[in-house]
């Protein structure tokens, strides 16, 4: 804790004055580590202090081995020059493909292009978890709101609908009521208490209320419909998956495509040669 505050302090610090030769977190020998370099890494996510504590830590540290490195090692060896040319070769010709995707790849992929991959290894799609349709409500122990809950709960006009969101925001402890999408089976146990025989008697029955109690709560749970791990995964369930596995596909197509017209291009304008 005394680290943590003291590198926070010195965050502050640094952050409300200029830069000076001695503005420095870290030494070692010639080399000096600035606030700038380190919070030029940080994850915005990340806690401040706690970061540059492991930051100087692993700096310091990878400094003293790369010292002793040098002393055996020379960095101007043609193999080493070699490696870190193809490395920085590298990254700059990745840099440009991901500026080529943001700024020219259409991201669009045609419902009827996932329709058809879906039909076309439609082997690969088979469910490795149970899943389901369903709307799951939690109720203090004590409602008087249990029978109008469960009249709502299944009902699926436009009215009922509004009067259950309505419902719910007053009443209900949790709730989740989007029924029209699959999700998987273990994100509603894991909330219920459920035994064995329960889980296996919740499928085995679409369009059923299930009620379940605890010592502080009522579980109504709706199964609009329900698919079982080993058989065929729906395509709602799996359509965003393919999207993203078409478009991933697309734009090493998209980039394939792009390299070869500039290495065509190049071939054309003679700047090309190749001597045997």
Request: aromatic share 14%.
């Amino acid at each position: 804790m005394k680290h943590s505050f003291l590198y926070l302090s010195i965050i502050l610090f640094f952050c409300c004055t200029s830069e000076k030769e001695d503005d420095y977190l870290a030494s070692y020998k010639d080399s000096n580590l600035t606030i700038d370099e380190v919070l030029s890494h940080k994850p915005e996510s990340t806690d401040s202090a706690d970061f540059v504590s492991q930051y100087i830590d692993k700096w310091l540290h990878s400094r003293v081995v790369l010292d002793k490195a040098n002393i055996y090692i020379d960095e101007e060896l043609e193999e080493i020059i070699s490696l870190v040319n193809d490395y920085k070769e590298t990254l700059i010709i990745e840099s440009y493909r991901r500026e080529l995707i943001n700024s020219q790849f259409d991201t669009t992929v045609n419902k009827t292009d996932i329709e058809k991959y879906y039909n076309d290894y439609l082997s690969d799609f088979i469910l490795n978890k149970d899943i389901l349709k369903a709307r799951l409500i939690v109720l203090d122990k004590g409602t008087l709101k249990r029978k109008e809950t469960e009249i709502l709960i299944k009902s699926h006009d436009k009215k009922s609908e509004i009067e259950l969101n309505s419902f719910c925001e007053m009443y209900a402890v949790k709730s989740f009521l989007d029924d029209s999408v699959w999700v998987y089976f273990s994100e509603f146990y894991q909330k219920i208490p459920l035994s064995k025989n329960e889980k296996e008697r919740i499928l085995s029955n679409k369009n059923k209320l299930h009620s379940f109690t605890d010592e502080n709560y009522i579980y109504l749970l709706f199964v609009r419909d329900y698919q079982i791990k080993g058989s065929k995964s729906p395509l709602s369930f799996e359509f965003n998956n393919i999207r993203k596995l078409i478009r991933d596909k697309n734009k090493i197509k998209f980039i394939t495509n792009m390299e070869n017209r500039f290495y065509n291009n190049a071939i054309s304008s003679e700047y090309i040669k190749i001597y045997k």
